[in-house]
């Protein structure tokens, strides 16, 4: 497993202080859609375990890399699934320095493309 | 240059030859927000000629590792810019042969972590 993976795998098991192993004391994780930043170990933490809903995550992909990695994750709550695309940094002892999280929603498509696209 | 970094240096050239030379002829494309899918090449490359607008690409991060790679670029077009998420797999020759965007948009933080977050 990658850091990205024992990353998803603790925070699939709730194993909290897991996940404590794996991050910066001074990790800061941001959301660019709300403009939400976390700043430090114990807030994100918090953040983890304070998060609502009864959810459960599958892995679809990760890639790692010298300095950060990139994952593609899925959410489930209840008949709901929606992904999660999350890009990390890693500071010298590949420990997770920075986080940064995107939720995107469905939209419609835009005119014009139909004569090259299926729908799937 | 890693593949990724070429792959977005040839799209925001418009330089449809290079980008041709970085694809694998069944290439596939897919947004699985909209749910469309494009499939080959020529297809995927008539797809980027066509699409409206005067954009701009800077890339923000790019992570590559075997079999693949995942990118956080940002696209402007006149005062707007938004983040794009692009994870890429490779087939053996390095060429890529499946392209997956997701293109995130803002949303409202929802209530009840006020407390652990900062507005940035």
Request: hydrophobic fraction near 40%; proline fraction near 8%.
């Amino acid at each position: 497993m990658n850091v990205i993976e024992r990353y998803w795998a603790v925070i699939e098991a709730r194993d909290w202080p897991g996940l404590a192993g794996l991050l910066t004391t001074d990790v800061v994780y941001e959301l660019p859609q709300t403009r939400e930043r976390i700043r430090g170990r114990e807030r994100y933490l918090r953040f983890n375990a304070e998060y609502p809903g009864d959810w459960h995550l599958t892995v679809e992909r990760t890639h790692v890399d010298t300095g950060g990695g990139a994952s593609w994750t899925a959410f489930t709550v209840g008949d709901e699934t929606v992904p999660a695309l999350t890009f990390f940094r890693l500071d010298g002892a590949a420990l997770i320095a920075r986080i940064t999280d995107f939720w995107p929603e469905p939209y419609d498509p835009p005119p014009g493309r139909e004569h090259l696209v299926e729908r799937y």
